[in-house]
Nanobody
Framework: QVQLVESGGGLVQAGGSLRLSCAASGSTFSTYDMGWFRQAPGKEREFVATITRWDSTRYADSVKGRFTISRDNVKNTVYLQMNSLKPEDTAVYYC??????????????????WGQGTQVTVSS
């Protein structure tokens, strides 16, 4: 069974930064694509970023140039560095493991394990 545990959320002013972490259990972490999604109140969950086992990355247009996804396969952890935060970035952020290796999928149906989420609130 795979478990994903997010941390690092919180309250930050617009223009500030946060780094989210997602610790994964399981010895095969390094072979899977990992992704970050977010869900704002009253909105559908949306793709944020994904990273393959070879460190190829893809971002949503709304966060490109501001957010950076990375991974540490020794620590079984994926990170989301968020800079220049905006109030519209306020959401619950989820990490997830993709069931489709190497595809950099933006479709949440392609992700089979999910964390519990961490709240990010950006004040104006």
């Amino acid at each position: 069974q795979v478990q994903l545990v997010e941390s690092g959320g919180g309250l930050v002013q617009a223009g500030g930064s946060l780094r989210l972490s997602c610790a994964a259990s399981g010895s095969t972490f390094s072979t899977y694509d990992m992704g970050w999604f977010r869900q704002a109140p009253g909105k559908e969950r949306e793709f944020v970023a994904t990273i393959t086992r070879w460190d190829s990355t893809r971002y949503a247009d709304s966060v490109k140039g501001r957010f950076t996804i990375s991974r540490d396969n020794v620590k079984n952890t994926v990170y989301l560095q968020m800079n220049s935060l905006k109030p519209e970035d306020t959401a619950v952020y989820y990490c997830a493991r993709s069931s489709r290796r190497g595809t950099m999928s933006q479709n949440d149906d392609d992700y089979d394990y999910w964390g519990q989420g961490t709240q990010v609130t950006v004040s104006s």
